[in-house]
């Protein structure tokens, strides 16, 4: 069993805080390797917000240790750089902040603003709250349609909707509502219109939670319409469990765990153990080819999801699989001798990259996990799951 806050203060936290930044530019490199050595020096931008959060809300939430807040300060100014005059920002840059890619997709403003939103809960700086909504806005415009951007697909020929933006959609509105002096309706309104969307928007079916379907809400029998995504299928369910919790909506929280409870035998493997990245929601073979291997964050939304399933239904299966997939991440991800946890597995458990960071993989998922596991640990029940979410 993981001493959730014992192992974020000694392990996680300072893995990153030790190697990962950048006291030179602002910001903080992701491209480490086992021992946490640089080997690539441009910056994920997603991990720029997402840092901020973590850091922020560590000290927050989990203990006002002056180097959380150092670290903040150093990714919050370093924030600007990461920044386009048309106030979208990059999806990565140069270690002195210089653009390199910058995509369609609106995440890296999406993490921007709830990594300023904790932020500015710790200093009460109405500058950065400031930065938070206005990091907000960017990407609501861009969810919403009032910025355009290019498409993927050809939208004359086939015209699809994806879970991804409205969940994460939902989550940033529910952190953007927990700061003061902000217009708090206006966030509740657009993560319970998310949750709508979730719930009624044609993703969640008898099968399983779909990743796309058409515009007007239909099953699209195709590969890109029959994916399921099994991590964000748990992610997407304890932020609709969160949300039925703040908001008081029990269709919410019984839509939580009707996605765990179609999900988990989509996406564990009996076999070697672990949540695999994808599958066909009708058996056909994933286009995707590591259809089979074992990522870290899907793990870390799973244990969130079971636990929290728990906690609100009280039944034994979401203890017993929760510590199932507790002991498995101990077996296989965490790393005893170097710290963090390795990314990416085989099917068979066997380490992929021993990398403990790149563009994709940073401090986020594990030590959102850690943090609110720990939260629980001190806090049981809905009581605990409200002050995480404060």
């Known amino acids: 069993m993981i001493n959730y806050k014992k192992a974020l203060v000694e392990n996680i936290l300072p893995f990153w ?14 491209q480490l ?4 050595r640089i080997y690539g020096r441009d910056k994920s931008v997603w991990f720029q917000g997402r840092a901020l959060w973590v850091f922020a ?15 903040a300060e150093c990714i919050y100014r370093f924030l600007p750089r990461c920044t386009d005059d048309d106030g979208r920002m990059y999806f990565t ?30 200093t009460k700086d ?5 930065t938070a909504e206005r990091y907000f806005d960017v990407a609501y415009e861009c969810f919403t349609g009032v910025r355009q951007n290019p498409p993927k697909i050809n939208p004359e020929n086939s015209r699809m909707k994806a879970l991804s933006p409205v969940m994460i959609m939902l989550s940033t509105a529910q952190t953007m509502a927990t700061m003061d002096g902000t217009d708090k309706a206006r966030y509740e309104e657009i993560a319970r219109n998310c949750r709508e969307e979730i719930l009624h928007g044609g993703f969640l079916t008898e099968r399983a939670l ?9 099953f699209v029998d195709a590969p890109s319409g029959r994916v399921v995504n099994p991590g964000h299928s748990m992610e997407a369910a304890w932020f609709l469990m969160l949300e039925g919790v703040l908001s008081g909506c029990t269709e919410s929280i019984e839509a939580g765990k009707r996605i765990i409870d179609k999900t988990w035998p989509l996406g564990w493997d009996d076999k ?3 949540l695999i990245a994808f599958t066909d929601v009708l058996g056909y073979p994933p286009m995707q080819l590591e259809w089979d291997m074992k990522l870290w964050w899907p793990q870390c939304e799973t244990l969130i999801a079971l ?10 299966k979401y203890r017993a699989w929760y510590e199932q997939v507790e002991a498995y991440c101990e077996k296989y991800f965490v790393d005893a001798e170097c710290g963090e946890w390795y990314g990416y597995l085989h099917y068979d458990n066997t380490v992929s990259t021993t990398l403990k960071g790149n563009i994709f993989k940073g401090p986020f998922h594990i030590p959102r996990l850690y943090m609110l596991m720990a939260a629980l640990d001190e806090l049981p029940g809905v009581d605990g799951i409200r002050k995480y979410a404060e």
């Open 126 to 130: 109405p500058e950065v709250r400031a």
């Open 210 to 218: 779909l990743e796309s379907v058409s515009a007007e809400g239909n």
């Open 57 to 71: 809300k560590a000290y927050n939430l989990t203990t006002q240790n002056p180097a959380y807040l150092k670290a």
């Open 17 to 30: 805080l030790d190697h990962a930044m950048d006291e030179e530019n602002g910001g903080i490199f992701t």
């Open 307 to 316: 636990r929290m399933a728990y906690l609100l239904f009280g039944d034994e």
């Open 33 to 36: 390797d086992r021992t946490g």
């Open 93 to 122: 840059v140069t270690a002195d902040g210089r653009g390199l890619q910058k995509r369609r997709y609106y995440f890296s403003e999406t993490f921007a603003a709830i990594g300023c939103a904790e932020y500015y809960k710790a």
């Open 272 to 274: 070697h153990g672990g």
